[in-house]
């Protein structure tokens, strides 16, 4: 059994989901509560010092960062999400990190300045919530690109990138981020978030969203 530990409002936490559903890995999810600081406890701080969600543990071995835990489990089951063909390896690799850097940080910034600092009690931070548009605007024509040219965002064949990016993607209707001028994007993501592993973690992230902060109410 393997145990993931996480937010079901996290993006990285919901890759992590994801990819653990598809790979039909035997886990179970709990839920760490960012909003109560559960991150910082030191339960907690024993499985991730970072004090960060997710992380996982598996038969006593832990790990952080939702990109290293999904090489972790695709390794694990000889998956084919992550080939180990040098340049195909390396392909995956730069989109899972042009998903993380250039397409999750900036909408992770419209979110935390359009909800996450209310809950959190921050200030809003204009500049930051700016620079995520400007991002985010700039570069999703480069992942457009890529899926006019390919069926999956590192090629033919569905890998840990179409995680990365499927889970960064998930908050652009909170986001106001209009997909619909990206048709390939768009159709890359409806037919992913009709898969089974996708509705085994939730309907949609807006939606859970909805309900999660009307439980707070
Ligand atoms: N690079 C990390 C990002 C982890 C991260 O920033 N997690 C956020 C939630 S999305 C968190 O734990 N925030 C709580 C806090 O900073 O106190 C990953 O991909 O796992």
């Not at 035997?26 to 997710?54: C, D, M, T, W």
């Not at 909800?115 to 200030?123: C, D, G, H, R, V």
């Not at 999703?140 to 390919?150: A, D, F, H």
């Not at 309907?203 to 909805?210: I, P």
Request: charged letters at 20%; a neutral charge; proline letters at 4%.
């Amino acid at each position: 059994m393997l145990n993931i530990y996480g937010s079901p409002l996290s993006s990285p936490t919901n890759k992590v989901r994801y990819v653990a559903n598809f790979l039909g890995i035997n886990a179970e999810f709990h839920n760490v509560n960012l909003g109560a600081g559960e991150q910082r406890s030191p339960e907690y701080l024993k499985i991730n010092p970072f004090a960060k969600v997710p992380a996982i543990e598996d038969e006593g071995f832990t790990l952080a960062e939702s990109n290293a835990i999904i090489r972790y489990m695709a390794n694990k089951c000889n998956s084919t999400l992550y080939p180990t063909n040098l340049k195909e390896r390396a392909i995956v690799d730069e989109w899972i990190d042009y998903a993380s850097q250039h397409i999750a940080i900036p909408l992770a910034k419209i979110m935390f300045n359009t909800y996450f600092y209310k809950l959190s009690k921050t200030e809003l931070d204009t500049r930051s919530l700016e620079d995520g548009k400007n991002f985010i605007n700039k570069n999703l024509p480069n992942v457009e690109q890529q899926l006019t040219k390919n069926t999956y965002i590192a090629g033919k064949t569905l890998t840990l990138a179409d995680f990365t990016l499927l889970a960064s993607l998930d908050v652009c209707e909170l986001c106001q981020v209009d997909l619909t001028n990206y048709p390939q994007i768009s159709k890359w993501r409806k037919q992913l978030m009709t898969e089974q592993f996708y509705s085994n973690c939730h309907e949609s992230y807006t939606s859970m969203f909805n309900k999660v902060l009307a439980s707070f109410k």
